[in-house]
Structure formats: structure tokens, C-alpha cells
């Protein structure tokens, strides 16, 4: 049928031209954001997947920051136990020396008593201030501090110090004005030695249990990483190519269309 109302290849090479100009804009989007999902429509189910993999990427990323944290934390907490450790060792020093029955308890005993009431007023100082942003870790408030290492809710590192005052360690009442004083503490002050070994060593498992989760968040961060890429991002060469078809459809879109609208005027010569 021969007809000037309806021009029915250009219809159809219109109809064409409207989905290579979507799959056109399409390539444009992935190319230019690197990403082959920039909005639910280009792929619901794959941006559900990834965006829950965001979530837990993000957290494990997170994860990793807050026991670093926690590492900085033991290591200032460490640091204050250290010195204090040394104190007790020089006041135990000067015990052992108070021992010796060659001093006298006055003027030798109470000089060596004075430098232990100094060590002992330090002891309580460090003890009452070494924090970390502002938390206490040596007055003996620091028990069953929660650190979140992880992305789950249940991933958490409880952390605690006991007391590292001259109360928490009992040498607050230390006294070797005389020698039998100072041989009574010797034994106070080993103790209290033992309990700053304790510590000393439970901090170094704590920092070595936080190194060892880290680790393992940073794999898991990596992992998921990768697959989200799998999911997201474009495959480059793949929509290259795609653009590079889209645009020669594009073009012979255009040159079919005028083709379709030129037949038209082969009807004109009927009226000759």
C-alpha cells in the first residue's frame, strides 16, 4: 500500500533508534562512573548484594581503626605500669639496703624512708592520671571496657587493668624506718612486683589478640572488597566495545531514518 499519512519505516527505524539511544546513554553512565550498576533498574538484586557488602566493609574498616585505638590504648597503659614497675624495683632496692644492719634508723633509715614516701606519692600519680582520651586506666575504674573490633554486633575484645596504686598494689602503708620494717617489705614489694608482672603480661596478650583480629579484618575487608568490584564495576573493554556498537547504530539510525523520510518524495512522481 502506497500512503503519505504513515511513513512506516521511519516508524520502525525510529522505534530502533529510541533503544540504541537508551543502550547509548547507558554505555555513556557506566563509562563515565566506572560502574556497571548506578541505579536499582540496571540491576535490583546485584545492589542489594552490594550495598550489604558496603556495610560490611565499611564496618571492618572501622573495626580495624577502633583496635588500633585499643592498641594505642594498652601501649599508654603499658608505658605508665612500666615506670611504675621501676619505682617499686628502686623502693625494693632501698629496702634491701635498709636491711643491712650497718645503717642506723635515724638519720640513714629515715632518709631512705623519705625517698620511698616520694616514689610512693609518683606511684599514686601516675597511677591516678596515665589515660587515654580522657579514661582512666590505672586507678582500678578501668574493668570490662568493651572494644569493637569487628563488623558484628558479638565481635568485641573486653579489656580490663587493675589497680595500679600503692592501695591496689599494698605498699600504701611501706615503712622501712627500721630494719625489721624493711625486711617486712621486702616481701610486700615482691608481691607487688608480681602483680605488675601480671599485668604487664596480660597487656602484651591483649595487644597480641587485637594484632591477630586485625589481621583477619583486613582480609575479610579485602575479600569483600573484591567481590563488591565484581558486582559494581564495569567491565571496561565490555562497555567499550558496547559504546562502539551503539554509536554506528547511531549513525545508521540517522542515516536509515533519512533514507525512510527521502522515499516519501518518490510518491510525488504518481502525480506527474
Do not use: C, W
Request: net charge negative; proline share 0%; no cysteine.
Amino acid at each position: 500500500m502506497t500512503s503519505i499519512s504513515t511513513n512506516g519505516n521511519a516508524l520502525r527505524v525510529l522505534y530502533y533508534g529510541n533503544l540504541n539511544s537508551a543502550a547509548l546513554t547507558k554505555s555513556y553512565e557506566k563509562l563515565g562512573s566506572g560502574n556497571r550498576i548506578n541505579n536499582a533498574a540496571d540491576d535490583a538484586a546485584g545492589l542489594f548484594i552490594a550495598n550489604r557488602l558496603t556495610s560490611e566493609v565499611r564496618g571492618l574498616e572501622r573495626g580495624i581503626q577502633n583496635a588500633g585505638d585499643a592498641l594505642g590504648l594498652i601501649a599508654t597503659a603499658e608505658g605508665g605500669m612500666q615506670e611504675i614497675r621501676n619505682m617499686v624495683i628502686r623502693m625494693r632496692e632501698l629496702a634491701v639496703q635498709m636491711s643491712n644492719g650497718i645503717y642506723n634508723d635515724n638519720p640513714d633509715r629515715s632518709y631512705a624512708q623519705a625517698e620511698v614516701n616520694q616514689l610512693m606519692h609518683q606511684t599514686d600519680l601516675i597511677a591516678n592520671n596515665t589515660d587515654f582520651n580522657g579514661v582512666k586506666l590505672l586507678d582500678g575504674s578501668f574493668q570490662n571496657i568493651n572494644i569493637q573490633t569487628s563488623h558484628n554486633a558479638d565481635e568485641r575484645i573486653s579489656l580490663y587493668f587493675d589497680s595500679a596504686t600503692t592501695n591496689g598494689l599494698g605498699i600504701d602503708a611501706l615503712d622501712i624506718s627500721t630494719q625489721a620494717g624493711a625486711q617486712s617489705a621486702m616481701t610486700v614489694l615482691d608481691e607487688a612486683l608480681e602483680k605488675i608482672s601480671e599485668q604487664l603480661s596480660m597487656a602484651g596478650g591483649f595487644q597480641n589478640r587485637i594484632k591477630h583480629g586485625m589481621s583477619l579484618s583486613a582480609l575479610l575487608a579485602k575479600s569483600s572488597t573484591i567481590s563488591l568490584g565484581r558486582i559494581m564495576d564495569a567491565d571496561m573493554a565490555q562497555e567499550s566495545t558496547a559504546f562502539s556498537k551503539a554509536q554506528v547504530l547511531a549513525q545508521a539510525n540517522t542515516a536509515m531514518l533519512a533514507q525512510a523520510n527521502k522515499s516519501l518524495s518518490n510518491i510525488l512522481a504518481l502525480f506527474n
